[in-house]
């Protein structure tokens, strides 16, 4: 006696995400690479003073501290093994001319022998050249020549960014592309790195993964590079910090 239940008829509820989604989910790009580090000397290593760039084993640096908890975005953490062979990584990235120009950060393809580049809705794996690069705002750019013209993004000026403003990260978290996620924007100018970079801190979600994505704002302009996050867990704890575009 009970009454049959039916599917009813696609309805499509958009909004303002959704528009935001739609339009610049092709200009986001995963990025995958591969390197063989050189065999490790037997030699007892020098005690360095620890580098605020440098992707923690574990959650410590050299002298078995935190890093203030902050951690790169490796999407597949290297180990530490001292044995050569062959390791990967993950990441996201942007096109930013129509010609295959992207940005990501510097650490995603630091060492790479191979970088290669999918585009969104599409499994094939673009072989990437890598342009230039600059280790002391954590920028890279890479290329890839598809035959056909690419959707570049729209880049704000991140001087205009308040508190409080929308802010929506696309990016491959833990290998999961073209993942879509909404906060606001927490603060402005944090100085918690190197003297030229200048972070905005958002509560987006945002991973291991995402890093050298974008995080935009409502107009579908890029306000900053998703590069770091606080965590104490190696995941999300609603502190990430975007490099500002400026």
């Known amino acids: 006696d009970a009454t049959p239940l039916t599917v009813p008829p696609v309805k499509q509820l958009s909004n303002d995400f959704t528009k935001l989604a739609k339009?610049?989910?092709?200009?986001v790009v995963f990025i995958s690479t591969d390197f063989t580090p050189k065999?490790?000397?037997?030699?007892?290593?020098?005690?360095?003073?620890?580098?605020?760039?440098?992707?923690p084993q574990d959650g410590e640096d050299e002298d078995g501290g935190n890093m203030d908890q902050l951690?790169?975005?490796?999407?597949?953490?290297?180990?530490g093994d001292a044995t050569p062979r062959k390791r990967e990584g993950s990441g996201s990235g942007f096109?930013?001319?129509?010609?295959?120009?992207?940005?990501?950060?510097?650490?995603?393809?630091?060492?790479?022998?191979?970088?290669?580049?999918?585009?969104?809705?599409?499994?094939?794996?673009?072989?990437?050249?890598?342009?230039?690069?600059?280790?002391?705002?954590?920028?890279?750019?890479?290329?890839?020549?598809?035959?056909?013209?690419?959707?570049?993004?729209?880049?704000?000026?991140?001087?205009?960014?308040?508190?409080?403003?929308?802010?929506?990260?696309?990016?491959?978290?833990?290998?999961?592309?073209?993942?879509?996620?909404?906060?606001?924007?927490?603060?402005?100018?944090?100085?918690?790195?190197?003297?030229?970079?200048?972070?905005i801190q958002t509560d987006a979600a945002i991973n291991p993964g995402n890093s050298g994505g974008p995080l935009?704002?409502?107009?579908?302009?890029?306000i900053g590079i998703n590069t770091m996050i606080a965590t104490q867990s190696g995941g999300y704890q609603g502190i990430g910090f975007a490099l500002a575009m400026n």
């Open 23 to 27: 339009m610049l989910e092709p200009s």
């Open 39 to 55: 065999q490790q000397s037997t030699a007892a290593p020098k005690r360095r003073t620890p580098n605020p760039h440098a992707t």
């Open 71 to 79: 951690r790169k975005f490796f999407g597949m953490p290297f180990g």
């Open 95 to 199: 096109i930013v001319d129509k010609n295959g120009y992207i940005i990501t950060n510097f650490h995603v393809v630091e060492q790479a022998d191979h970088i290669k580049v999918k585009l969104t809705g599409d499994k094939t794996e673009h072989k990437a050249k890598l342009i230039g690069t600059d280790e002391e705002t954590d920028i890279a750019i890479i290329k890839i020549d598809v035959g056909k013209p690419l959707q570049a993004i729209k880049i704000a000026n991140s001087d205009s960014v308040q508190v409080g403003d929308w802010a929506v990260a696309i990016g491959a978290p833990f290998g999961l592309e073209t993942s879509v996620t909404a906060g606001i924007v927490s603060a402005t100018g944090r100085d918690i790195a190197r003297q030229f970079q200048r972070f």
């Open 216 to 222: 935009f704002n409502m107009n579908g302009e890029v």
